[in-house]
């Protein structure tokens, strides 16, 4: 029976002491199995999860362990559970929260700082001078403290975000993306009305900063990618206009659009040596550009025409600044259709196939949701 002390339940939403859970052992290897259910401390809840996205950066960790970090080294063999891109139900709250009620729906952000450092004073928590001491408060769902690959997870107050009853399950599981995006455009200068924006490769991030920066008043938004079901895709949720780099200089294409001297910002979304050098030569003098992607290895960059043409660049990490709120209202707003990258839908136990669809693109997919509303028993999953 669940019942810590100092946590508020409700009988309406009974909590088992053991819960499901996905849990990471060797490298691609995930196993199915019990696990005690959390304890939500000070300004903390627990979210029963009903619907976890998969993105490509969970493939990385389950594979090669970076970027997540357990106890200050690689998760593997550590009872970790992956998955951050969630939302669910609150089901029970920690000493003195009254901020949320339990039943309410929610959607997370991944990082909570520690509150403390000088970063998180600024509001930079995602850049958390702790990161990775869950002992001085930082919390980083997924990568450095377990995920949503679970039944349940610990949220702490500040990441939570509101579901309206209009938003699906699915649709909400999309706002952590929209966030991520909406973040590399709040660092960009965020007053993009009017402004040109352009945005590489058609990922999820990609094609939500689309929508995102259309919703803002961004004119022209241009995407670049080389598959065309996703460059439509992309014309869909606001693009002006797509380049098939396979087929057009997607240089020349912006300076052209942008009457000669290139975009004001770009949002770099592939993480490439040659679509970062693509940034920075369709930037124009002062403009702006946000890595938004993690790129695999050190690139080689035409560093003096950055410092030759005084442009910007910033790097960012996950959905900072209260980000997720501001997507999650143009998302309940309808200011622009998240579901149109939501492609495949499958239950908890079966994570390896939807991981499977996710790494793969079996059938074009792009963002594959799990739904943890229907599961095996553990004792199915003992008896296979």
Known sequence: MYDPAGVTTSPDFPIP?????????????????????????????????DAVAICATDLEIISSGSPASIQG????????TPGHEYMGTVAALGPAVDEVAIGERVSVEIHAGCGQCSRCRQGMYTSCLNY?????????????????FAEYAINHINTLARVPDTMSDAEATLVVTAGTSM???????GLVAGESVVV???GPIGLLAVAVAKALGASPVILTGTRNKRLAIGKELGADRIIN?????A??????LTGGIGADYVIECAGTEVTVNQAIHMTNRGGKICMAAFPHGPLTTDLAHLVKNNIYVYGIRGEGRSATRRAMALMAEKRFDATKIHTHTFALDDLPTALRYARDRVEDAIKVVVTARRTATLADVAAE
Do not use: C
């Not at 080294?73 to 970790?80: C, I, T």
């Open 17 to 49: 002491a053991q819960m499901k859970a996905w849990i990471l052992g060797n490298p691609d290897e995930l196993l199915f199995r019990g696990k005690a259910t959390p304890i939500p401390g000070r300004a903390e809840v627990l979210v029963r999860i």
């Open 73 to 80: 080294g690689l998760p593997f063999n550590k009872s970790f």
């Open 132 to 148: 990775g001491r869950p002992d001085k408060g930082h919390r980083a769902n997924g990568f450095t403290t377990d995920g949503g």
């Open 183 to 189: 973040y590399g455009l709040t660092e960009l200068g």
């Open 200 to 202: 590489i490769g058609p």
């Open 245 to 249: 780099v396979a087929e057009e200089n």
């Open 251 to 256: 240089v020349d294409v912006v300076r052209q």
